[in-house]
């Protein structure tokens, strides 16, 4: 459908899978559970006018039904189409603007708001995350010395509030330990149904643009075969590539040149059911041995970036009492055996340890680091930080950690 510019002859249609509930009396706010859209607030005439935008009707005909059916309300075509063009400027329309933005080369930024808009005040903030209190401190310029070369690296993907200096440890260990130029960023997939998610967008940052090695991507699509473009929604509400992008960009983005790979994993908990390893799966399997073989044949250092976090407990995540401190020490004991298993850099005993607590803590980490092992095949994991995050009524706690793979 064309963006509505005038009230002749457009069928406005409203974008499936929104929500509308009460704002204040008398009205109404739609959102976009996405967050790709804007909220608008509306009255209940509106909400009645936008509950007939199915792409079959003008602006003309709705308001003749509306005038029809609720006689009270007297609207003419002109205010519903620009009710409609309001509608489309805020993306909630499933018109040429929306599709523009969300498959358009360049991917726009959807976290700002839990991280600084300019690029002073956000320098400021991602300093913090090596400076404060337990950070680890700013990279050095030289290169650490090591015996093994930094296969990958674990680290949150929580806004940087609470995932604060963990990822300084992650992203400072990534700094002084590669000189990789491409990162294939392998982030948790929170909106999307498909088990991979690759997208050939460039990546705006506050700090610019971060290129997509596009070659690099369409290697592991034409390997892959079908199926890796498959959710064209996957990347533009998602936030777990965003916030490694930003930090990479932050660290590395006047020092050297270097592109990303962002490929997003599903959820891998049909294989905790079945408690099979999930190489058994032949899409799994499939996206190991091509991922492999693409970075084989790269002539570019790569290194791997995983995006996860470990547990969600708590109401917020459909558990049914608050948490309280002996939840957190068993949740926290937990995660230790987690870890240690992330330290032998073993993707079997990894997933073991997940599956055989049935994922009951919703480790949203499980996907992307299970592959990232199996791909780059490590010799050794080493755990540099680890952290709780607690509401402070016991609504929610996450946790998360930051780790180095060598080998």
Same mark, same amino acid.
């Given at each position: 459908?064309?963006?509505?510019? %005038?009230?002749? +002859?457009?069928?406005?249609? /409203? ?6 509930? =009460? ?10 559970? /996405?967050?790709? +859209?804007? =909220? ?14 199915? +792409? ?18 007297? !609207? ?15 993306? /909630? ?8 933005? !969300? ?9 700002? +708001?839990?991280? &600084? $808009? ?14 404060a209190d337990g950070g680890p401190g700013l990279p050095r310029e030289e290169k650490a010395s090591s015996s093994s070369r930094l296969r990958a690296v674990l680290v949150p993907h929580m ?32 909106? *999307?149904?498909?088990?991979? *998610? ?12 971060? &290129? ?10 034409? $390997? ?5 473009? $498959?959710?064209?929604? @996957?990347? $533009? ?29 599903? *959820?891998?908990?049909?294989? !905790? &059911?079945?408690? @099979? ?18 970075? &084989?044949?790269?002539?570019? =250092?790569?290194?791997?970036?995983? *995006? ?11 558990? =049914?009492r608050p948490v309280d401190a002996p939840w957190l020490a068993d949740s926290r004991q937990k995660d230790q055996a987690v870890l240690q298993a992330l330290e032998t850099a073993d993707s079997r005993r990894f997933f073991q340890t997940i599956a055989a607590e049935g994922n009951a ?5 499980? %996907? ?28 929610? %706690?996450?946790?998360?950690? @930051? ?5």
């Amino acid at each position: 459908m064309a963006a509505v510019e %005038s009230s002749t +002859g457009e069928r406005p249609k /409203l974008r499936a899978g929104l929500a509308a509930q =009460p704002h204040r009396y008398g009205e109404f706010v739609l959102f976009d559970p /996405l967050r790709i +859209g804007k =909220p608008v607030v509306l009255s209940a005439a509106a909400l009645a006018a936008v509950d007939r935008f199915d +792409g079959r009707r003008s602006p003309y005909e709705i308001a003749f039904q509306l005038n029809v059916e609720f006689p009270q309300i007297r !609207v003419d075509g002109e205010a519903i189409a620009m009710l409609a063009k309001a509608l489309d400027e805020a993306l /909630l329309l499933d018109s040429p603007r929306f599709w523009n933005q !969300v498959r358009g080369p360049i991917r726009k930024p959807i976290c700002i +708001g839990t991280y &600084e $808009a300019e690029p002073e005040p956000l320098r400021e903030q991602l300093t913090e995350l090596f400076v404060a209190d337990g950070g680890p401190g700013l990279p050095r310029e030289e290169k650490a010395s090591s015996s093994s070369r930094l296969r990958a690296v674990l680290v949150p993907h929580m806004d940087y509030t609470r995932g604060n200096i963990t990822y300084g440890h992650g992203f400072k260990e990534l700094f002084e330990r590669t000189d990789a130029s491409v990162f294939v960023i392998i982030g948790t997939s929170h909106y *999307s149904p498909a088990r991979f *998610s690759l997208t050939e967008q460039h990546f705006e940052t506050p700090l610019g643009v971060v &290129e997509t090695d596009r070659d690099y991507v369409q290697r592991i699509a034409e $390997a892959y075969g079908d199926g890796v473009f $498959a959710d064209p929604l @996957a990347h $533009a509400p998602e936030h777990s590539i965003e916030l490694e992008v930003v930090l990479l960009q932050f660290l590395l983005g006047q020092r050297r040149p270097f592109k990303i790979v962002p490929l997003l994993v599903g *959820s891998m908990q049909d294989c !905790v &059911e079945e408690q @099979a390893d999930p190489s058994a799966k032949e899409d799994i399997d499939r996206m190991v041995k091509v991922l492999r073989q693409v970075e &084989e044949q790269s002539k570019e =250092p790569v290194c791997y970036v995983i *995006s996860g976090d470990l547990a969600h407990i708590g109401p917020k995540f459909d558990d =049914p009492r608050p948490v309280d401190a002996p939840w957190l020490a068993d949740s926290r004991q937990k995660d230790q055996a987690v870890l240690q298993a992330l330290e032998t850099a073993d993707s079997r005993r990894f997933f073991q340890t997940i599956a055989a607590e049935g994922n009951a803590r919703r480790i949203c980490g499980l %996907s992307p680091t299970w592959l990232t092992l199996q791909v780059a095949q490590p010799a050794r994991g080493q755990t540099l930080h680890y952290q709780q995050y607690v509401h402070p009524e016991g609504y929610e %706690s996450v946790s998360f950690a @930051a780790a180095a793979f060598f080998g």
